[in-house]
């Protein structure tokens, strides 16, 4: 199938479509379905949308034919202080994913997890990691590109991928 859809770079506008984003990264299963501003206000979720962007923030969108936003990847660095789910150490970005579930199984989050490793790696990261709940499917796209869990949590698993 060819692709249909473009990958650009995330800018500041981006920024509530990036919610959207954490927003269906949280109700992945099939039935969950947290409302939007639940996901939102929730601490351990807003977290990796407030404020965006914030130097260090990086990400991609993905575009459908008629230019409208159908995914996202994107990156933030977390202190030690405060970790998000992903935490693995200092330095070390987390990276969160979230595709409209019409466009999944599509290539979109391939792709997009593709151009963010390639930018972090560029921008000098050793490293990117990802928390993810178990059960998703997602683990499967994960591990093909070259993520492995390095710390099971309670109902989820940190994913790490070294970059070089």
């Known amino acids: 199938m060819p692709q249909t859809f473009l990958v650009r770079p995330a800018t500041q506008a981006d920024g509530a479509f990036l919610g959207d984003m954490v927003v269906e990264a949280a109700n992945w299963s099939q039935g969950g379905a947290r409302p939007r501003h639940q996901v939102l206000t929730s601490p351990e979720h807003s977290r990796y949308v407030s404020g965006w962007m914030r130097p ?6 993905a575009l459908d034919p008629n230019g409208d936003p159908i995914g996202a990847a994107w990156y933030r660095m977390f202190p030690r202080t405060d970790p998000g789910f992903g935490y693995v150490g200092t330095g070390v970005p987390e990276l969160i994913i979230g595709v409209r579930p019409i466009w999944r199984a599509h290539g979109v989050g391939r792709s ?21 709940e178990r059960g998703n499917f997602a683990v499967t ?9 390095t710390q099971a949590g309670i109902g989820r698993d940190t994913m790490v991928k070294r970059l070089r």
Do not use: I, M, T
């Open 56 to 61: 260090g923030d990086a990400g991609f969108v």
């Open 112 to 132: 997009l997890l593709q151009r963010l490793c390639d930018h972090a790696a560029a921008q000098g990261f050793g490293r990117l990691s990802l928390s993810v």
């Open 141 to 149: 796209l994960y591990r093909s590109e070259g993520f492995a869990v």
